[in-house]
């Protein structure tokens, strides 16, 4: 299995470290949603499919990548950089320190 | 008589071997029973036998979408043990022992249950102290284990470097001589037929495409041999559990589907007569009957229900086997094959009633899922007849990971390619 990092180009499968399951957006850390931290930490969709999924280039360039790959066939996708897409997302406001909730 | 016996071997042999009956019947779907089991595996076969056996309930039907046999109950390395410290574990996987111990005579089936004992080898003083621990957590709740020295473990598996000089010492290793292995294919082909002959339909070729609902609650399900009601729906699928578990609607569970290999090089003459665990990075190895070495180690470590591998595991496993049997790296490798395991979020089982009204569920066996056959079977056998789990059971529930009760026996967190 090859994955095209967007920085070194095809490298071999073994130069990565895989992260898991990118599905799961992670909910505000200042939450406390039981539910929705629950649900983050132990429920997953296991896609059989096309499955997005954060991989580092840990062999190589070290840069997080989101990867989408096909669980079926091992079949890769597409392959991103993982801070381009934390970048597009919509800020959160920020409690400052000390304020109060 | 038993139907399986020396007198109707000699009896057969003289006949031309005409009069064998076929092991189950191919009977036509019914259209409602007391109990679908989804999954012709070993753990749906076992859970149709033990519901006909020790429930009398005969009203069954196992339904398999191949051919039974075709899953992961022969994908595995036939590894039967019960070394286990948390007592949840140790208890449940002592009762699948006790069961081992009598499967060939209870279903007058040789399932070739060989208890060659199993070796954990300890290569550094901490990880022999954590293993004598498991050990003392073993004998405490009736399981068996031994303690062994470098000078007992080299008597008993002549092939290893006991030497200070090793790249891994050896310090010791924990010796469960109960354990051993069973041919996976007959456990499967035994319980078919147990099951079979207490009345259970074994419906191969008859995938689920969907389940039939009434409101919250399951009626039955659909299938490639049409619809078929049911009072109760149980599900022992292994990796699939994602997939069945999405035609119900319910789209989120605790488990991650991966992939597992494992290996079996040529036949050779007796080289290990027990089965071997490398402590210092994970392979187990045993000897089959037939001769060959049949051996495994990580899974790949990425989501996958492609029932084959990638090689840095081929290569990994590899190394490790020569590095602890130096002797045996010239030996070619004659097959190797993947399956799909359903890893939960704490690396133990989940057997219980639900998640929907008329539901069981069975699933999250990691790779241990072999071993556990005739327990899991027994006690969601249990569980679907008595609406309730067997106290053995009780733990392995799918809600424990929201009650804070997990069931963690190598302590990894909610990281199941850790487990």
């Known amino acids: ?101 | 008589m038993a139907e399986y016996s020396a007198l109707a071997l000699l009896k057969n042999a003289l006949t031309g071997n005409r009069d064998w009956k076929p092991a189950w019947r191919k009977p036509e779907p019914k259209p409602e029973y007391d109990v679908v089991v989804v999954g012709g595996g070993g753990h749906g076969l076992a859970t149709a036998y033990y519901l006909a056996r020790e429930h009398g309930i005969t009203n069954v039907a196992v339904v398999e979408k191949g051919w039974l046999g075709s899953g992961n109950v022969g994908r595995n390395t036939t590894i039967v043990r019960s070394n286990y410290m948390l007592p949840a574990n140790v208890r449940f996987y002592e009762h699948s022992m006790k069961l081992w111990e009598n499967l060939s005579h209870e279903l007058n089936y040789n399932v070739m249950f060989s208890q060659r004992g199993i070796l954990n080898l300890a290569h550094t003083p901490s990880q022999a102290d954590d293993f004598i621990r498991r050990g003392n957590a073993m004998l405490h709740d009736g399981a068996d284990a031994v303690w062994l020295t470098p000078a007992e473990i080299a008597k008993k598996v002549p092939g290893l470097d006991v030497s200070a000089k090793a790249r891994f010492p050896i310090v010791g290793g924990l010796l469960q001589p109960r354990a051993g292995t069973a041919r996976h294919d007959a456990v499967a082909w035994g319980y078919a037929r147990g099951a079979d002959r207490l009345g259970v339909d074994i419906l191969e070729n008859c995938e689920v495409t969907g389940f039939l609902r009434e409101g919250e609650r399951v009626t039955g399900v659909a299938t490639a041999r049409g619809e078929i009601r049911a009072k109760k729906v149980a599900i022992a699928v292994a990796g699939s559990t994602g997939r069945v578990m999405k035609l119900a609607g319910i789209d989120r569970l605790p488990i991650e589907s991966h992939v597992l290999q494992a290996f079996v090089s040529e036949s050779l003459k007796p080289v290990i007569d027990t089965v071997v665990t490398f402590g210092a990075g994970h392979l187990y190895v045993s000897q089959s009957d037939k001769g060959g070495l049949v051996f495994g180690g990580d899974i790949d470590g990425y989501n996958s229900y492609a029932q084959r591998g990638n090689l840095p595991v081929v290569e990994e496993v590899m190394s490790e086997m020569a590095s602890l049997f130096p002797g045996l790296a010239p030996v070619r490798l004659l097959r190797s094959w993947g399956g799909i395991m359903d890893m939960s979020m704490d690396g133990s089982p989940i057997i219980t009633t639900g998640p929907l009204p008329g539901m069981f569920l069975n699933s999250g066996w990691c790779y241990g899922g072999f071993k556990a056959t005739p327990a899991s079977g027994w006690c969601f056998a249990w569980t679907i007849a008595k609406d309730a789990p067997h106290p053995l059971n009780a733990a392995f529930t799918l809600d424990r990971f929201h009650r804070g009760a997990v069931i963690d026996e190598k302590g990894q967190g909610a990281t199941p390619r850790l487990h």
């Open chain 1, 1 to 101: 299995m090859l994955i095209p990092c967007p920085y070194c180009g095809p490298r071999d499968v073994s130069e990565f470290t895989y992260q898991g399951d990118a599905n799961r957006p992670r909910p505000d850390p200042l939450s406390t949603d039981r539910q929705a931290w629950d649900g983050y930490v132990y429920d997953r969709l296991n896609t059989a499919g096309d499955h997005r999924e954060y991989w580092q280039h840990s062999g190589g360039c070290r840069a997080h990548l989101v990867v989408v790959r096909s669980t079926l066939t091992h079949a890769i996708v597409s392959a991103g950089f993982a801070r381009d897409e934390a970048a597009a997302k919509p800020k959160k406001t920020r409690r400052k320190a000390g304020a109060k909730p």
